[in-house]
């Protein structure tokens, strides 16, 4: 049977042609449009969580270097006194009837060598007299070895559980800071890392295991240490005329402690008798 409707021209065939063509091109483009669109959309995403991210990062930073611990309140200094106490805002040690305190200021870096020389054999001591009444101590954890003589930054890491102690266990503070010289690795060599960091905390019997150990292994306090140990090297002693050009650096009332060699430096009788005559200037 023979259709009766008219073949398509040769020219309504090429307008044909022409009319699918132009869709498809339009379609296309429209692929091309929504294709750029996802692109760009993707970019946008990947702009804002790469924003997210570097925020995320400065707030982070910010938060820490906002974090200051609330007991090295003594010129970035942690004190401790009768009882091994550290004087906080709430508390503050009763010293002995009738006495006066000695106060000594001491400046360490715990991956100091030299200053493990006058700490071990003096340790104890200072100890009997601050326990007792006699004296307050004045702990600067300083941290300025990191990049010469600390490859695993106990410098930084001793000095921030240092604080931690401070701030989580108080009472344990004085214990740990000899406790950290007790195990300060030689010259050059990594120091202890921060388990074993937390592991002497449970040696001393310091409390609050969680915040400490939290405060450890998140180096709490790693922003505060740098910026306090900037203030110690740049600026006086407040109080006083004495700049700290090195550690140890140990003040008595107000007299800086200083030594000839090695075995001045070591000598417990030889600091025994500055403190001594401290409150008269003169030095043995």
Known sequence: MTSNTPRPTRSEQREAARAKAKALREQQ????????????????ISVIVAVGAVALTIFNASTQS????????????????????????????????????????????????????FELPNSEQIKNW??????TVEMHALSFLDGRGSP?????????????????????FFEYNTRLFKSQPTEGAPGPENDELISFAEEVG????????????????GN???????????????????????????????????????????????FAQFVQFS??????
């Not at 601050?130 to 004296?135: D, N, Y």
């Not at 110690?232 to 005329?241: D, N, Q």
């Open 152 to 172: 695993n930054t106990f410098s930084s890491r001793a000095a921030n559980a240092a604080l931690c102690v401070s701030e989580h266990s108080p009472d344990n």
């Open 206 to 221: 310091a409390t609050n295991m969680d915040l400490l150990s939290s405060c450890i292994n998140e180096k709490a306090f």
């Open 279 to 284: 409150t008269t200037g003169a030095q043995g």
């Open 224 to 270: 505060w240490i740098k910026d306090s140990t900037e203030r110690a090297l740049t600026e006086p002693i407040p109080g006083t005329g004495i700049q700290v050009s090195g550690t140890p650096t140990v003040l008595v009332n107000g007299q800086q402690y200083t030594w000839e060699t090695g075995e001045e430096l070591a000598s417990a009788a030889r």
């Open 130 to 135: 601050v326990a007792s009444g006699m004296a």
């Open 29 to 44: 483009q429209k692929g091309d449009k929504l294709k750029r669109v996802l692109i760009q959309l993707g970019i946008a």
């Open 66 to 117: 906002t974090a200051v611990p609330t007991n090295a309140s003594f010129s970035d200094g942690v004190k401790v006194g009768t009882d091994l106490k550290v004087f906080t805002s709430e508390f503050s040690p009763t010293p002995a009837p009738g006495e006066t305190p000695v106060e000594i200021i001491i400046y360490v870096d715990y991956q100091c060598p030299i200053c493990a020389v």
